[in-house]
């Protein structure tokens, strides 16, 4: 059975199995409740369609003053509404103790409303020494929905000494809310006697969300509070614009946080936009905190869960305009690809194991201020989107994060400068066109990219692969590279290391005061100019190209002199290999303490500058090979053992040895023409 009411009714109506449990208020149908607190419709389960109006009982005044009554009382039911509903509102206390809160306007597992739903607004209190009741939520669902095209408030706080609380506009328990209309908190009173208040009251929060899902494409206000004038009075916490617990929130719409009035003395901030705990935030649309009398308050803040924002999200008005946060990161992950606007600072990652995505588009106006640095972490590229980021003009001191990274197997350039002392890993393409530093190993499958002009400092190791076109400096101790190619420079300062261990191919310049390290794999070095430092290879490294190596060499692999002349001008040890190509030449300016020479087809030269100290073997010595005793004078030579011994009357200028089968004839002495020696196959 159905009720239809189109007329005037002014006692509870009740649905249960007597009387039916649907009831219709048609546009000419109010319901006024006469009683004291009573509600306007009750009943436990059914369905209410409202297009008129409803009207919950006022509580009790008096010494034993009451709340008020609820607009409609169905938990188990829902509720079609395009009229007005009205919670009722708290009686007017006179007495020590009081009970007079206003009524909630709806209180249904289901709402659909697409007109006006008020929460009642919380009694009067007219002794000093009474607290008025606070306003009552416009909605309260649990475990169910609520689709909202219209408007949803909350009751003011009642009027007294101490200005009392605003009542949630919407309360979801488990519940899912859809709204494109207008959502507001209910304010604290703005009447009563501000003027001996010693707080400011709650403004009533916008939507409060626990383990649900809101979809806000509409308005969402925090409630206001109209704050205490007496000179020491303090501020209390304002309605944030949604508060989310263990939920979800997206926002494509527009969220403020609720404000403190201008009028206060106390030093009071605005209450946050958003305001989420261990909870899920997507932001394409407007968040924004509530305005403050000195300073206004954080658009978001975030207390474990994630946060993706590629809308904007703004720090509440106030006088001081440079000071405040835009974002407030308590724990948890926020991931900006929008914009980010604070006073001082944009981001504050004010607890410990923060961490910070930085994806394309992200704008922050503000510092972002790291508080607990070693635990915090901050990531290029959340996906596989290309982006740039200015460290110089981002606001962001990177030195601060613990772990730096860049996850997305995207590529990222970084220009400016900036500086890390953290944990790194790369996993896409990350390019340094500025000036930068690396104070830590880096790891990962991806690859650094020093552009041509940039600078990539650092030290640890690098495992991941690097390109480089500009400059990779070792700074302070070691710096090991797995693999690196590239047409830039490499330079190992004085006391440092470049430890190169897998391979690569550098058509760069290398040099410094440092030790250079060739490890295990094939390297192809095009010119290096150590001095005075060290250069030692691996057992299976390639040293290739042209170019002047000014500092002694220890070689365990295989140098190659290919491109033109590779010139070592000081000691060389080791027992690895010399290659020289056809018609190219190797020249070694020092002592030679082993190895071997491979002559490598026809042309090669060999030049030696201190033929005496020279005790390499050389093998595959053929026709057009030659060797050049620089500065030195041969008058006589002979062959034994495979040892030629060449001398300047009694003194012996060098002893070459050399594999395979030769005899004194198969070699040719004559001048160089430079006031050296030539050696010829003949």
């Given at each position: 059975?159905?009720?239809?009411?189109?007329?005037?009714?002014?006692?509870?109506?009740?649905?249960?199995?007597?009387?039916?449990?649907?009831?219709?208020?048609?546009?000419?149908?109010?319901?006024r409740i006469d009683g004291k607190g009573a509600d306007g419709i009750k009943g436990t389960t059914g369905t209410v369609t409202n297009d008129g109006h409803i009207y919950a009982g006022t509580g009790t005044a008096g010494i034993n003053s009451g709340s008020g009554g609820v607009g409609v009382f169905l938990p188990s039911g829902t509720v079609y509404n395009a009229g007005a509903i009205y919670g009722g509102t708290g009686g007017t206390g006179v007495g020590t103790y009081i009970y007079n809160n206003g009524g909630t306007g709806v209180d249904a597992k289901d709402v659909v409303n697409t007109g006006y739903i008020y929460g009642g607004n919380g009694g009067r209190a007219l002794r000093s020494r009474q607290n008025p009741g606070s306003g009552a939520a416009g909605v309260y669902s649990a475990h169910g929905t609520v689709t909202n095209s219209g408007t949803?408030?909350?009751?003011?706080?009642?009027?007294?000494?101490?200005?009392?609380?605003?009542?949630?506009?919407?309360?979801?328990?488990?519940?899912?809310?859809?709204?494109?209309?207008?959502?507001?908190g209910g304010d604290t009173s703005p009447y009563g006697f501000p003027q001996h208040?010693?707080?400011?009251?709650?403004?009533?929060?916008?939507?409060?969300?626990?383990?649900?899902?809101l979809t806000n494409a509409g308005s969402i206000h925090g409630g206001e509070s109209y704050g205490a004038t007496h000179p020491s009075a303090y501020s209390q916490v304002n309605g944030a614009g949604v508060y989310v617990f263990v939920g979800t929130l997206y926002n494509s719409g527009t969220i403020i946080g609720g404000a403190i009035s201008a009028q206060t003395k106390s030093n009071a901030y605005g209450s946050?936009?958003?305001?989420?705990?261990?909870?899920?935030?997507?932001?394409?649309?407007?968040?924004?905190?509530?305005?403050?009398?000195?300073?206004?308050?954080?658009?978001?803040?975030?207390?474990?869960?994630?946060?993706?924002?590629?809308?904007?999200?703004?720090?509440?008005?106030?006088?001081?305009t440079k000071s405040g946060y835009g974002v407030v990161i308590e724990s948890g992950t926020f991931t900006n690809a929008g914009t980010v606007v604070g006073g001082e600072f944009s981001v504050d990652l004010g607890g410990s194991g923060s961490t910070l995505v930085i994806d394309p588009g992200a704008v922050f106006d503000g510092n972002v201020a790291v508080i607990d640095g070693a635990t915090d972490t901050i990531?290029?590229?959340?996906?596989?989107?290309?982006?740039?980021?200015?460290?110089?003009?981002?606001?962001?001191?990177?030195?601060?994060?613990?772990?730096?990274?860049?996850?997305?197997?995207?590529?990222?350039?970084?220009?400016?400068?900036?500086?890390?002392?953290?944990?790194?890993t790369i996993s896409g393409l990350l390019g340094i066109a500025g000036s930068f530093s690396l104070g830590h190993s880096v790891a990962g499958t991806g690859t650094i990219s020093v552009h041509a002009g940039a600078t990539l400092s650092g030290t640890g190791s690098w495992t991941v692969a690097a390109i480089d076109s500009g400059l990779i400096e070792a700074t302070s101790k070691t710096l090991t590279l797995d693999h690196i190619s590239g047409s830039g420079s490499l330079i190992a300062g004085s006391g440092d290391t470049i430890d190169l261990t897998s391979g690569g191919t550098l058509t760069e310049k290398i040099s410094g005061a440092g030790t250079l390290e060739l490890g295990s794999g094939s390297w192809h070095v095009n010119k290096a100019t150590l001095a005075p430092g060290l250069l030692k290879t691996g057992t299976k490294a390639l040293l290739t190209d042209a170019g002047s190596i000014a500092t002694t060499v220890t070689n365990d692999g295989t140098i190659t002199a290919y491109g033109g002349t590779l010139s070592l001008t000081k000691a060389v040890s080791g027992t690895g290999?010399?290659?020289?190509?056809?018609?190219?030449a190797l020249s070694f300016g020092s002592s030679v303490a082993g190895g071997t020479v491979v002559f490598d087809t026809s042309g090669a030269t060999l030049d030696l500058g201190d033929p005496s100290g020279?005790?390499?073997?050389?093998?595959?010595?053929?026709?057009?090979?030659?060797?050049?005793?620089?500065?030195h004078v041969v008058t006589k030579d002979s062959f034994s053992a495979g040892t030629l011994t060449l001398t300047d009357g009694s003194t012996v200028v060098a002893a070459l040895h050399f594999s395979g089968?030769?005899?004194?004839?198969?070699?040719?002495?004559?001048?160089?023409?430079?006031?050296?020696?030539?050696?010829?196959f003949a």
């Open positions: 059975m159905t009720i239809t009411i189109s007329t005037s009714v002014t006692s509870t109506v009740v649905l249960d199995a007597g009387n039916g449990y649907g009831v219709i208020i048609t546009t000419d149908g109010t319901i949803i408030k909350g009751g003011t706080g009642g009027e007294g000494v101490n200005p009392s609380n605003g009542g949630a506009g919407v309360v979801l328990g488990y519940s899912s809310m859809v709204n494109k209309g207008i959502v507001i208040a010693r707080y400011d009251g709650y403004g009533g929060v916008g939507v409060s969300l626990k383990g649900g899902t946050a936009g958003v305001d989420a705990e261990r909870s899920t935030v997507v932001n394409t649309g407007t968040i924004i905190g509530g305005a403050g009398v000195y300073v206004g308050a954080a658009g978001l803040v975030l207390d474990g869960g994630t946060v993706l924002n590629e809308g904007l999200i703004t720090l509440g008005t106030g006088s001081i990531v290029f590229g959340s996906g596989s989107q290309a982006g740039t980021f200015n460290t110089g003009t981002s606001n962001i001191n990177l030195s601060n994060f613990g772990t730096f990274a860049e996850t997305s197997h995207a590529t990222w350039s970084l220009v400016g400068s900036g500086y890390f002392n953290g944990q790194t290999t010399f290659l020289i190509k056809e018609t190219q020279f005790a390499a073997t050389l093998a595959d010595f053929a026709t057009k090979d030659s060797i050049d005793l620089l500065k089968t030769y005899t004194v004839a198969d070699f040719s002495i004559k001048s160089d023409g430079h006031g050296g020696t030539s050696i010829g």
